[in-house]
């Protein structure tokens, strides 16, 4: 069965400074991994897909096989950031959740 | 709006009752997910169709719930005889089949007391 590991529930990171919400995963195949992003009062929305390797709002998040991991990772944060993030594992059209981390950046 | 929409936003209600949830998904849209969200977790997977075919259901869907999408536009998610584990946000997603499906559209959800 898949597994999505968030080991961070709350991240607290300067404006300017960089930041890496971390992504560990366990799959048998081959993986489709997501970030997916929830600001405050809004819906849940993907935020990026691995396979396309593009940056996103300045975030970037690159597949790590060996270390079975999918950091998100952005060099300058902004305080627009501030969000809940999730990391997601899509197999058989169903994704497969972490438990999120709370991102705030601080003035 | 053009996004998904789910009805009733929050729905209290007693130990025992049931309830039923409603999601119109983006109108071209034909695969409907259903997931569960308890706090502190990411949400979790609960039942997917494609059209009015229920293809994929969960463990976690138990007999007390149902799921149906008659016409392959709305769906419906019925809970019978509610617990308080019940309690949670629930939410629908769509998706489109093809070159776009790995992206899924999430509704605001459905906040579920079961006092």
């Known amino acids: 069965a898949q597994r999505v590991t968030q080991p961070e529930k709350l991240l607290s990171v300067f404006k300017g400074a960089p930041v890496e919400l971390k992504c560990n995963y366990s799959?048998?195949?081959?993986?489709?991994l997501f970030w997916y992003v929830q600001y405050s009062r809004q819906r849940l929305q993907l935020l990026l897909r691995h396979i396309s390797r593009e940056s996103i709002k300045g975030f970037t998040a690159d597949l790590n096989k060996g270390e079975t991991s999918f950091h998100l990772k952005k060099p300058f944060a902004q305080e627009e950031d501030s969000a809940m993030y999730y990391c997601?594992?899509?197999?058989?059209?169903?994704?497969?959740f972490g438990s999120g981390t709370q991102l705030t950046v601080l003035p | 709006d053009t996004g998904v929409s789910q009805d009733p936003r929050h729905k209290i209600t007693k130990r025992g009752q049931n309830v039923t949830f409603r999601c119109d998904p983006i109108?071209?849209?034909?695969?409907l997910y259903w997931y569960r969200q308890t706090l502190g977790q990411g949400p979790e997977f609960l039942t997917y169709?494609?059209?009015?075919?229920?293809?994929?259901k969960s463990r976690l869907l138990s007999d007390r719930f149902s799921a149906e999408r008659p016409k392959g536009s709305f769906s419906t998610l019925e809970i019978q005889r509610t617990e308080q584990g019940d309690s949670a946000m629930y939410l629908c997603a769509s998706s489109l089949s093809g070159a776009t499906d790995y992206e899924q559209y999430f509704g605001p959800g459905t906040r579920l007391t079961v006092t």
């Open positions: 109108s071209e849209h034909n695969r």
């Open positions: 169709f494609q059209n009015e075919a229920q293809l994929e």
């Open positions: 997601a594992l899509r197999s058989r059209r169903q994704l497969t």
């Open positions: 799959y048998s195949g081959s993986p489709e």
